[in-house]
């Protein structure tokens, strides 16, 4: 799939790391380092925008070590970018550590996926069909 991308950022375009890779990495465009503070949350811009076909969104989600070495999470994971957005794609990172984390431009700050989705129409009905599991939920499954 080919997607009309705008970069106005100095970094170069996101790209797979690897052949089987689902992710490709967002990287942060900044006039100024910032300091990320234990617990805080930042827009982070990436001076990127896109547009992608109907049918499909992209999903903004961590990077695995970012998490597990530095505790930076993308606070609304998976962040969605719809197919009619036009506008610059940003992250929102939060730091769960309890260390400042400071974030330059051009540096790694989360991964972006592609994925395709269904167009759902509402079928208003009085009963749902049965189902084995019923309205059993919250931790009704297992351990």
């Given amino acids: 799939m080919i997607i009309d ?11 797979y ?3 089987l890779s689902a992710g490709i990495d967002l990287r942060a465009y900044l006039d100024d380092p910032i300091v990320l503070k ?7 811009k990436t001076g990127l925008f896109i547009s992608l076909r ?17 505790g930076i999470s993308v606070l609304n994971s998976p962040g969605t970018i719809d197919a ?3 506008g610059e794609i940003g992250v ?12 330059n431009s051009g540096d790694r700050i989360a991964q972006m996926v592609i994925a395709k ?11 749902l069909d049965n ?3 019923g309205d059993k939920g919250f931790g009704s499954t297992g351990k």
């Fill in 5 to 15: 991308i705008v970069n106005i950022s100095d970094n170069e375009l996101p790209k």
């Fill in 17 to 19: 790391e690897t052949l």
């Fill in 38 to 44: 234990p617990f805080q949350r930042v827009l982070v």
């Fill in 54 to 70: 109907p049918g499909y969104e992209a999903q903004v989600r961590p990077r695995s070590g970012l998490a597990l070495k530095k």
């Fill in 84 to 86: 009619d957005y036009r």
């Fill in 92 to 103: 929102i990172l939060i730091n769960l550590s309890d260390l400042d984390f400071e974030i």
């Fill in 117 to 127: 989705h269904e167009t759902i129409s509402w079928k208003v009905v009085d009963k």
């Fill in 131 to 133: 189902s084995l599991r």
